[in-house]
């Protein structure tokens, strides 16, 4: 499994929300408190992806070593701020390859994506989906993973004008029906909203004036983090944010 987040407030650092909080990311990556079977470390790579403050698309940084063992981006991420922020760091499922452009967060445009879990069954259960792509999408995927798929199709939506809500959601189902069992905890955003999908492992929320942070795990002993329950939906403003039931198959 992974860990992700994403933050949309007032500009912060990088390393505020990935590196400096007591259980941060870079301490998931070692040392994460739930990751249901998937692995013990997210060692198989990070990415960080984010929206500089004159409003351009969005900036990726992406590594397929671990988190822990990058010297560029303590520096970098002391010095580069953001309001709205998506990261990740990966543990590969077996027999999934190990390189940059299999760490989310993936990209197109202003959308970043992220995917916590594992596609049951790869690749023959979700063989029929794939399928129903474009093929110069699946010849253009950033890796041969569950997760780079997983963004296609929820691309293909985006592209086709499907409300981003409704695009991960309807992926979701897709997924979930044609492999029993997967873990498709999703996260999209672009700068300003984020979606999240809860189906199969953890998701919280915390909320403040002004600004919104959903995460794998919470990142500190903040009291205002609140656990979503299993086959939920979330879609989160700085403003605030609202869960709906998803459907899951």
């Given at each position: 499994?992974?860990?992700?987040?994403?933050?949309?407030?007032?500009?912060?650092?990088?390393?505020?929300?990935?590196?400096?909080?007591?259980?941060?990311?870079?301490?998931?990556?070692?040392?994460?408190?739930?990751?249901?079977?998937?692995?013990?470390?997210?060692?198989?790579?990070?990415?960080?992806?984010?929206?500089?403050?004159?409003?351009?698309?969005?900036?990726?940084?992406?590594?397929?070593?671990?988190?822990?063992?990058?010297?560029?981006?303590?520096?970098?991420?002391?010095?580069?701020?953001?309001?709205?922020?998506?990261?990740?760091?990966?543990?590969?499922?077996?027999?999934?390859?190990?390189?940059?452009?299999?760490?989310?967060?993936?990209?197109?445009?202003?959308?970043?994506?992220?995917?916590?879990?594992?596609?049951?069954?790869?690749?023959?259960?979700?063989?029929?989906?794939a399928?129903?792509?474009?093929?110069?999408?699946?010849?253009?995927?950033d890796?041969?993973?569950?997760?780079?798929?997983?963004?296609?199709?929820?691309?293909?939506?985006l592209?086709?004008?499907?409300?981003?809500?409704?695009?991960?959601?309807?992926t979701?189902?897709?997924?979930?029906?044609?492999?029993?069992?997967?873990?498709?905890?999703?996260?999209?955003?672009?700068?300003?909203?984020?979606?999240?999908?809860?189906?199969?492992?953890?998701?919280?929320?915390?909320?403040?004036?002004?600004?919104?942070?959903?995460?794998?795990?919470?990142y500190?002993?903040?009291?205002?983090?609140?656990?979503?329950?299993?086959?939920r939906?979330?879609?989160?403003?700085?403003?605030?944010?609202?869960?709906?039931?998803?459907?899951?198959?």
């Amino acid at each position: 499994m992974c860990r992700h987040l994403a933050y949309v407030g007032p500009l912060v650092t990088l390393g505020a929300v990935l590196l400096d909080p007591p259980h941060s990311l870079l301490r998931q990556s070692w040392a994460p408190r739930d990751m249901r079977g998937g692995g013990t470390v997210n060692a198989d790579g990070f990415g960080v992806g984010w929206y500089p403050p004159d409003g351009g698309p969005p900036i990726r940084y992406r590594r397929g070593t671990p988190i822990w063992s990058d010297a560029t981006l303590p520096e970098l991420a002391a010095v580069t701020t953001s309001g709205a922020v998506l990261a990740a760091v990966r543990s590969a499922t077996v027999g999934m390859p190990v390189l940059d452009t299999a760490a989310a967060p993936f990209a197109e445009g202003r959308w970043l994506f992220s995917h916590n879990g594992v596609v049951r069954g790869w690749p023959d259960s979700v063989a029929g989906l794939a399928g129903g792509l474009p093929v110069r999408d699946l010849l253009t995927l950033d890796a041969p993973t569950d997760s780079a798929l997983l963004w296609a199709l929820v691309r293909h939506r985006l592209r086709a004008g499907v409300e981003p809500a409704r695009a991960v959601a309807e992926t979701v189902a897709a997924v979930a029906a044609a492999a029993p069992g997967s873990w498709l905890n999703l996260l999209l955003t672009d700068g300003h909203t984020v979606v999240a999908s809860v189906a199969g492992h953890a998701l919280s929320v915390r909320q403040r004036p002004g600004e919104v942070l959903l995460a794998s795990e919470p990142y500190d002993d903040d009291p205002g983090w609140q656990a979503v329950p299993d086959g939920r939906l979330v879609v989160a403003t700085a403003a605030g944010a609202r869960t709906d039931a998803l459907a899951t198959g």
